[in-house]
């Protein structure tokens, strides 16, 4: 086999194997989102990058090191999103969305972040994402994270937990930093080098260094948790009581700041210990004033997303085989009447049985070898249509698993309603 072209990499393909379990996973996440009253807004792959840095922040990990920037032709500089929430704010800002009115989107799609690539990430990775604007209280935190637990009962996945903080307002998080900043001041020779960095621009990510060298300066860093602002604390307050009368079982982690700079009061994430060190399933929180921030009227906002990666993993670990894309029944012909009319009756059948998978032998072969695809194939009847049936406007159905009786021939117009009911189990 040729290695000369090889996926960039961090850049998988899906390949037909796995796409199955993918297409279980996107068609419960639709439903669940749609029993939520969210509606699906699609966005564009590329934005400008000045909307990633000034959302995003332009002192984190994602803008400074991990964006796939480039000149677009005209020399002006393009991103390929590194996430979705930044493209929604942009896309309702710019459609009049906001305008006295709530609403509740998702969207799903490939991101990209230049990352150390490793089991669980990715440089490509596909993300499903839910944001709500408009709506102030905890109640729509809630229903966000019912929504995720929800999803993850549907898809019988179990091994998550929540995890759960508060940063605050944006002017607690501003006194909060400062208090930060002087305690790591204090501390200052123990820092390392990305710490030392980070000292004075963004120094509640200090506390989310995964160096062990750090471990002690950061336990005893001031707690985020105590310096909150009364708004804040009364919100994360109703948001706990709202999750316990749900039986929403949580965490709560002061250490959560997250990676994106515009996040305020809620924080949460799921994660899972069976995927390693990659273990975030689903992560995300409030983002009040990042609409302001891109130009618009004041709009709180909170939303999550998820790795549909991590995901996929942990179904295939609960046994999940996902969509069965097995044919019911394959056409074998033989002759070159039967072959050109085998055709118009493969579609026949289509119209009549809309569900039913028939794969119909195409590239030729003898009776023997068609036989050898249909067995193959997984059917579980093969539909035989040779000269004398052809003639006879009749087909032959020859069972092909277990024991599901003989082959029996049958007018051609009887075959779509026996097939609905013998390989579709249906019976009108
Ligand atoms: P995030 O934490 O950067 O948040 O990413 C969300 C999820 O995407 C992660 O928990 C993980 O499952 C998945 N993910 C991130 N990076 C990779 C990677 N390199 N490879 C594989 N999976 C990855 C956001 O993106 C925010 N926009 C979430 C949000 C929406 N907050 C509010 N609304």
Request: glycine share 10%.
């Amino acid at each position: 086999m040729s290695k000369q072209y090889q996926a960039i990499r961090g850049m998988n393909d899906i390949l037909p194997s796995e796409s199955a379990l993918w297409q279980t996973l996107e068609t419960t996440v639709r439903e669940v989102l749609a029993a939520y009253g969210y509606h699906e807004i699609r966005l564009p792959i590329v934005e400008k990058t000045e909307l990633f840095a000034r959302s995003i922040g332009e002192i984190t990990d994602i803008v400074e090191k991990e964006m796939y920037t480039f000149a677009d032709r005209n020399g002006e500089s393009v991103t390929l999103r590194p996430e979705g929430t930044a493209g929604c704010a942009r896309a309702c800002l710019e459609h009049g969305l906001l305008h006295n009115q709530t609403q509740r989107l998702w969207y799903a799609g490939p991101m990209f972040r230049y990352e150390k690539p490793q089991k669980g990430r990715y440089r490509q990775f596909h993300q499903v994402g839910a944001e709500a604007y408009g709506m102030v209280g905890p109640d729509i935190d809630a229903e966000l994270i019912c929504l995720s637990a929800r999803l993850w009962r549907r898809l019988g996945i179990r091994d998550v937990a929540l995890q759960l903080n508060s940063l605050g307002s944006s002017a607690a998080r501003a006194a909060y930093h400062d208090r930060l900043v002087a305690y790591f001041e204090s501390r200052r020779a123990e820092l390392d080098e990305d710490s030392q960095r980070r000292l004075y621009a963004n120094p509640l990510r200090i506390l989310d260094s995964k160096n062990p060298a750090m471990r002690m300066v950061v336990a005893e860093a001031p707690s985020l948790p105590d310096h909150l602002d009364p708004e804040s604390r009364v919100h994360f307050e109703e948001l706990r009581a709202l999750l316990e009368s749900a039986g929403i079982a949580y965490q709560i982690n002061p250490r959560l700041v997250r990676g994106l700079d515009y996040y305020c009061k809620t924080v949460f994430e799921w994660v899972t210990d069976t995927l390693g060190a990659q273990g975030t399933v689903c992560a995300g929180g409030r983002y009040d004033g990042l609409i302001e921030q891109l130009g618009g009227q004041p709009v709180p906002g909170v939303g999550f997303a998820m790795g549909l990666e991590r995901l996929v993993a942990m179904l295939a670990a609960t046994g999940h085989s996902g969509v069965d894309p097995t044919p019911h029944v394959f056409l074998i012909t033989a002759g070159e009447a039967a072959r050109r009319r085998g055709l118009a009756l493969a579609e026949r059948l289509r119209d009549q049985v809309p569900a039913l998978r028939l794969r119909m032998n195409c590239g030729g072969g003898g009776f023997k070898a068609q036989f050898r695809r249909a067995d193959h194939s997984g059917a579980r009847f093969a539909l035989i249509f040779g000269e004398d049936e052809a003639s006879a406007g009749t087909v032959a159905i020859k069972p092909l698993r277990e024991a599901q009786g003989e082959q029996i021939t049958l007018p051609q117009d009887q075959a779509g309603t026996w097939l609905r009911a013998a390989a579709l189990d249906e019976t009108s």
